[in-house]
């Protein structure tokens, strides 16, 4: 069980998965703080996660997380009654800021979207009303009035509703014309809120159209959403992030001859486990310091991440966990077939994903690949999984 405690006057307000799987908010007195003297304050709710929970003065406010996106509610105490911080886009990424003063009146949050450059804004709790504070420039005469995001949802083959994020320039046609960049992670219950990238509106402007997946394996959805991607349920991951891509074609927001598909690290093995099920998945693979060795790197108890993952991954000297890592691990599922062209990036010092692990991947497609298409292989001797800053 997880317990995340916060304090006001004499109470703490606990924050707990006991007795609520997405979490719920609960009330202690400081001098009996123990399970028999809790009251509830804010209850779990199925398909809602409460991510954080923050006291102040004369209110609160809850972090939840619903339907994927992140909301803001603002409770009084004495009758509990929440208001909703209403957020303008269908998708985004918002957050708490930073608060030092616990006597306020305001709260302030991050916000910002693909189309939206990061942003802080101001809640008066007492009119309800926002204002922007700050938002970063952005050089060169950014309008993004000239672009639009939009919220779909890709059907998996087990009917699961799965999430897809989708960026574009306005006037791009959809009729399968233009080129498609898909994105994907879907592993130890991360998030990948939809952000803004300065470096990806000149995509947007050359006509590309950009997705995120947000596949099983994340906790977009919760920690049942992680929970139906890891482990003996891995193979969800991959088989949504092609529900994702025959959606994206279904649609006429490309072709698969026209589609680049993209992931890095956990990510990098969505992608090489991807293109072993369906090698005509899309034009382009790019991988970011794979993690494509599974079965190799989760049997060598040696290495430093290793043990500590048999929750996320397996444990291979469990027969049954061996066997069906086994049916994914990219490295392994290398086939006499035709790949799409691939770009394969990883470091030297990288202690995560060892560099090794791309270099094989990369040797036993260019001796079983039966097609000509490109594949390219590149190791920064400088960096580490996270780049130059993260060698060590």
Same mark, same amino acid.
């Given at each position: 069980?997880?317990?995340?405690?916060?304090?006001?006057?004499d109470?703490?307000?606990v924050?707990?998965?006991?007795?609520?799987?997405?979490?719920?908010?609960?009330i202690?007195?400081?001098?009996?703080?123990?399970?028999?003297?809790?009251?509830?304050?804010v209850?779990?709710?199925?398909?809602?996660t409460?991510?954080?929970?923050q006291?102040?003065?004369d209110?609160?406010?809850?972090?939840?997380?619903?339907g994927?996106?992140? +909301?803001f509610? =603002?409770?009084?105490?004495?009758n509990?009654?929440?208001?909703? !911080?209403?957020?303008?886009?269908?998708?985004?990424?918002?957050a708490?800021?930073?608060?030092?003063?616990?006597?306020?009146?305001?709260?302030?949050?991050?916000?910002?979207?693909p189309?939206?450059?990061p942003?802080?804004?101001?809640?008066?709790?007492?009119?309800?009303?926002?204002?922007?504070?700050?938002?970063?420039?952005?050089?060169?005469?950014?309008?993004?009035?000239?672009?639009?995001?939009? +919220?779909?949802?890709?059907?998996?083959?087990?009917?699961?509703?799965v999430?897809l994020?989708?960026?574009?320039?306005?006037?791009?046609?959809?009729d399968?014309t233009?080129?498609?960049?898909?994105?994907?992670?879907?592993?130890y219950?991360?998030?990948?809120?939809?952000s803004f990238?300065?470096? +990806?509106?000149?995509?947007?402007?050359?006509g590309? !159209?950009?997705?995120?997946?947000?596949?099983?394996?994340?906790?977009?959805?919760?920690?049942?959403?992680?929970?139906?991607?890891r482990?003996?349920?891995?193979?969800?991951?991959f088989?949504d992030?092609?529900?994702c891509?025959?959606?994206?074609?279904?649609?006429?927001?490309?072709?698969?001859? +026209?589609?680049?598909?993209?992931?890095?690290?956990?990510?990098?093995?969505? !992608?090489?486990?991807? =293109? %072993?099920?369906?090698?005509n998945?899309?034009?382009?693979? !790019?991988?970011?310091?794979?993690f494509?060795?599974?079965?190799n790197?989760?049997?060598?108890?040696?290495?430093?991440?290793?043990?500590?993952?048999?929750?996320?991954?397996? %444990?291979?000297?469990?027969?049954?966990?061996?066997?069906? =890592?086994?049916?994914?691990?990219?490295?392994?599922?290398?086939?006499?077939?035709?790949?799409?062209?691939?770009?394969?990036?990883?470091?030297?010092?990288?202690?995560?994903?060892?560099?090794?692990?791309?270099?094989?991947?990369?040797?036993?497609?260019?001796?079983?690949?039966?097609?000509?298409?490109?594949?390219?292989?590149? =190791?920064n001797?400088?960096?580490?999984h996270?780049?130059?800053s993260?060698?060590?």
């Amino acid at each position: 069980m997880k317990y995340f405690p916060e304090h006001r006057d004499d109470l703490f307000y606990v924050r707990t998965n006991d007795g609520a799987k997405e979490f719920r908010v609960v009330i202690a007195p400081v001098a009996n703080p123990g399970v028999d003297h809790w009251k509830e304050l804010v209850p779990g709710k199925p398909g809602l996660t409460i991510e954080d929970f923050q006291p102040f003065a004369d209110h609160a406010v809850v972090v939840e997380r619903a339907g994927g996106l992140v +909301r803001f509610l =603002i409770s009084d105490y004495e009758n509990q009654s929440l208001a909703r !911080i209403e957020l303008p886009e269908p998708a985004y990424l918002a957050a708490p800021e930073f608060h030092p003063e616990f006597a306020t009146g305001a709260f302030r949050f991050k916000y910002e979207s693909p189309v939206t450059p990061p942003s802080i804004f101001e809640y008066d709790i007492a009119s309800r009303s926002k204002k922007l504070l700050k938002q970063t420039e952005v050089p060169g005469g950014y309008d993004p009035e000239h672009y639009m995001v939009e +919220r779909v949802h890709a059907t998996a083959p087990d009917g699961k509703k799965v999430p897809l994020d989708i960026v574009r320039r306005k006037g791009v046609p959809v009729d399968g014309t233009a080129p498609c960049w898909l994105y994907g992670y879907g592993s130890y219950g991360i998030s990948i809120d939809p952000s803004f990238s300065s470096n +990806r509106i000149s995509l947007l402007d050359r006509g590309v !159209i950009y997705a995120i997946a947000h596949i099983r394996g994340g906790g977009e959805l919760g920690e049942a959403w992680h929970d139906d991607g890891r482990m003996m349920t891995k193979k969800n991951t991959f088989t949504d992030f092609i529900a994702c891509a025959d959606f994206l074609v279904e649609k006429k927001f490309a072709t698969h001859e +026209r589609m680049v598909i993209h992931g890095g690290s956990a990510g990098g093995l969505l !992608i090489g486990a991807t =293109i %072993n099920l369906r090698s005509n998945l899309a034009h382009v693979a !790019i991988l970011d310091v794979p993690f494509v060795d599974v079965l190799n790197t989760m049997s060598d108890a040696t290495l430093p991440l290793t043990t500590g993952e048999y929750i996320e991954w397996g %444990n291979p000297n469990k027969k049954a966990e061996y066997d069906y =890592i086994k049916t994914y691990s990219p490295y392994d599922n290398i086939a006499a077939k035709d790949y799409p062209a691939m770009l394969l990036f990883t470091s030297l010092n990288d202690s995560q994903v060892p560099y090794w692990e791309s270099a094989k991947f990369a040797a036993k497609l260019r001796a079983l690949k039966t097609d000509k298409n490109a594949l390219l292989f590149k =190791i920064n001797l400088d960096a580490g999984h996270g780049g130059a800053s993260g060698r060590f």
